[in-house]
T-cell receptor
Framework: GENVEQHPSTLSVQEGDSAVIKCTYSDSASNYFPWYKQELGKRPQLIIDIRSNVGEKKDQRIAVTLNKTAKHFSLHITETQPEDSAVYFCAASRPLNSGYALNFGKGTSLLVTP | KAGVTQTPRYLIKTRGQQVTLSCSPISGHRSVSWYQQTPGQGLQFLFEYFSETQRNKGNFPGRFSGRQFSNSRSEMNVSTLELGDSALYLC??????????????FGDGTRLSIL
């Protein structure tokens, strides 16, 4: 099956700095890579996603890059703000049977200090 | 559009009992996936339903089962509860057709505590 590794497990940055979270996956058939943000006590929320035919995608202060050859993808948050503090999960989706399977990394707890 | 709705939000059970959790997907979404979230293991895939059929299943024992109704609402059942089943159970819905990954939208989850 798919194995998704996520690093670091915790990350502390100062407000205004950039934050980078990296993930690797094992199954070359994986074709869709979403990122979720989960604030304490709340549901995971999809913040950005990328498909395997795209190398980079940006949405305001967040961006995701994908290197299919190396099987890794990264989340970049620029100009961080205290409200960016949350746990971030990466995931990789691969075709399975007539549907698909989404496997998550273990999460990165991001703390943005004022 | 209403989001994914899960009921109940909280449940307290004792070992050996069984429990049923419910999930109503976003209108028009036909796929419902269930996940178990714990501090140690993160988000683990339980199973996925599409058009009332289980398409995929994760590595959980047979005590965990589910079903999906014709209106795409889904239920998950856990029998013979164990202490280790204490977790947040999340469901997520997506449009679902085909085997290319699609955005999944999560509900608030059901917090299950086993005493």
């Amino acid at each position: 099956g798919e194995n998704v590794e996520q690093h670091p497990s915790t990350l502390s940055v100062q407000e205004g700095d950039s934050a980078v979270i990296k993930c690797t996956y094992s199954d070359s058939a994986s074709n869709y890579f979403p990122w979720y943000k989960q604030e304490l006590g709340k549901r995971p929320q999809l913040i950005i996603d990328i498909r395997s035919n795209v190398g980079e995608k940006k949405d305001q202060r967040i961006a995701v890059t994908l290197n299919k050859t190396a099987k890794h993808f990264s989340l970049h948050i620029t100009e961080t703000q205290p409200e960016d503090s949350a746990v971030y999960f990466c995931a990789a989706s691969r075709p399975l049977n007539s549907g698909y399977a989404l496997n998550f990394g273990k999460g990165t707890s991001l703390l943005v200090t004022p | 559009k209403a989001g994914v709705t899960q009921t109940p939000r909280y449940l307290i059970k004792t070992r050996g009992q069984q429990v049923t959790l419910s999930c109503s997907p976003i209108s028009g979404h036909r796929s419902v996936s269930w996940y178990q979230q714990t501090p140690g293991q993160g988000l683990q895939f339980l199973f996925e339903y599409f058009s009332e059929t289980q398409r995929n299943k994760g590595n959980f024992p047979g005590r965990f089962s589910g079903r999906q109704f014709s209106n795409s609402r889904s239920e998950m059942n856990v029998s013979t509860l164990e202490l280790g089943d204490s977790a947040l159970y999340l469901c997520a819905s997506s449009l679902g057709a085909g085997n290319n990954g699609q955005p999944q939208h999560f509900g608030d989850g059901t917090r299950l505590s086993i005493l």
